[in-house]
């Protein structure tokens, strides 16, 4: 908990007769700056403590935002045969939301600055539930776009992102490990939810299965009551006089309005840091994360309809998904570990991860009967594990530590161009070709794509680091001259 700043003593010095006694703009000023003020003379965070509720409100966002997402392949078959469409024209549905979550990221962050968190966490909560429950009377695939695809990915991203910021506030030693515990409720609500759902749709079908998942996602709204703000103390909000005059002000003083336009400026790099578009480095990594996006969520989309097109019973095609999210958390927890050991380079550690899952999703075509699909599904996760863990930590090396969180929003908004493509893509290749192995050769060749992309930056950060060597040793020499 922040402690109390002392109260404020005013200056003693006599009032300046021109300077207006109530100006909105000054008052607004200080009122930041006392606010400021408070925050660094607080103390740390607590890394422990009520953090432990924040980790497991976080627990359950993840597991029901993304860990939906990941199950929604039971929804996908039901739907598939329901409106009797193409894998391209269901796909839509998944991917819209992936996208939606990604570009809705920085929105979530800056409408949780404004409001606060745990009010910003529980309208999403509502937004993710109305968007499902509306889905289940949807009557054509346009109005499950708009539900289940924009209104429901809307409302994980103003859920997800501002959880993930208070988790960041509550540990700061423990943080490795509070990330690692929420994040596993991506992977344990997967491996619990995916034969849950194929539970309800065999028995309330495919709409009342969505009414029972959008009565669940309520929990997004006791999440959000769940963070309570290390600081109480609260900023006063300007009254609409207030507001009048202060815009009557800047328009009057040239200077203060370009005091506000940088601060404006400021502001918005603090969530999408665009300047980094001018970084070669950033945007070879964004490539990569583009490409890795296209492969990465086309395989949990399609692989319980490619078990079924190969006459695996549903509940035991439902069952590979929940192997596939086991193996999926100890890959994270396993290879996470092995990173924070530096044995090597982790940009090299995210590419041979990144080679071996392309590999294991070129080779699922070969599997046919159940067994061979678990391995397959069990290798998937495990790798998959293995990538997640580690592509932040390369972006926090690739732009530095003190950019990773403006750098984290303008990456997420490029690499939706490959979530929301993804898997209609790979959804076009199975309508030509009319077999669903198709989509994961499609993933499996987009993820290799992306492995160039690390090499070419690996390529180009060993050059630059060799060029400033050679530099500093001709200075050197220069200098002994």
Not at 34 to 62: K, N, Q
Request: aromatic share 12%; charged share 15%; proline share 5%.
């Amino acid at each position: 908990m922040w402690n109390r700043p002392p109260p404020f003593s005013p200056s003693v010095d006599p009032p300046d007769k021109d300077k207006k006694p109530d100006d909105p703009v000054k008052a607004s000023s200080f009122s930041v700056t006392e606010m400021e003020s408070a925050v660094t003379r607080g103390v740390g965070p607590p890394d422990g403590g009520y953090g432990w509720f924040i980790v497991l409100a976080s627990f359950l966002v993840f597991g029901l935002t993304f860990g939906v997402i990941k199950s929604f392949g039971v929804f996908y078959v039901e739907i598939h045969r329901y409106f009797a469409t193409t894998a391209t024209g269901t796909a839509w549905i998944t991917s819209i939301s992936i996208a939606t979550v990604h570009i809705g990221a920085p929105v979530g962050a800056a409408m949780s600055a404004c409001v606060g968190h745990r009010a910003v966490v529980m309208l999403g909560g509502l937004l993710s539930s109305v968007g499902m429950v509306a889905g289940a009377y949807a009557q054509n695939l346009l109005q499950l776009y708009i539900t289940v695809g924009f209104l429901t990915g809307f409302g994980y991203a103003l859920t997800w992102t501002p959880t993930v910021a208070m988790l960041g506030c509550y540990f700061e030693k423990r943080r490795p490990m509070a990330n690692a515990l929420a994040s596993a409720g991506e992977c344990i609500i997967t491996f619990l939810f995916t034969p849950f759902f194929q539970l309800l749709v065999d028995e309330y079908s495919w709409r009342g299965a969505m009414l029972v998942l959008g009565a669940a996602q309520l929990n997004l709204c006791v999440c959000g009551a769940l963070l309570r703000p290390l600081s109480n103390l609260a900023e006063k909000r300007p009254t609409e006089g207030d507001r009048l005059e202060e815009m009557s002000q800047t328009h009057m003083d040239p200077q203060r309005a370009n005091i506000r336009s940088q601060s404006l400026r400021s502001k918005v790099l603090h969530y999408v840091d665009y300047t980094l578009i001018a970084n070669p480095h950033f945007m070879l990594y964004s490539m990569f994360g583009v490409f890795a996006a296209l492969g990465f969520f086309a395989p949990a989309l399609f692989l319980v309809p490619y078990a079924r097109s190969q006459g695996i019973e549903e509940y035991q095609a439902a069952a590979l998904m929940s192997i596939s999210a086991a193996l999926d958390l100890l890959g994270r927890l396993l290879f996470g570990w092995v990173a924070n050991l530096r044995l090597v380079q982790t940009i090299h550690q995210l590419t041979v991860t990144v080679i071996l899952l392309a590999v294991v999703l070129l080779l699922c075509p070969l599997a046919s009967t159940f067994t061979q699909l678990a391995a397959f599904s069990a290798s998937y996760g495990l790798v998959f594990g293995a990538t997640v863990a580690i592509h932040i930590t390369v972006l926090a090396e690739v732009v530095g530590v003190s950019r990773l969180g403006s750098a984290l929003g303008f990456f997420m908004l490029i690499r939706s161009s490959g979530g929301l493509l993804g898997p209609p893509i790979a959804g076009f290749f199975i309508d030509k070709m009319g077999n669903y192995s198709t989509g994961f050769l499609m993933a499996g060749v987009a993820l290799i794509l992306s492995a160039l992309f690390l090499l070419l930056l690996h390529h180009m950060t060993r050059r630059g680091r060799d060029t400033q060597l050679q530099a500093k040793d001709s200075s050197s020499a220069t200098e002994k001259k």
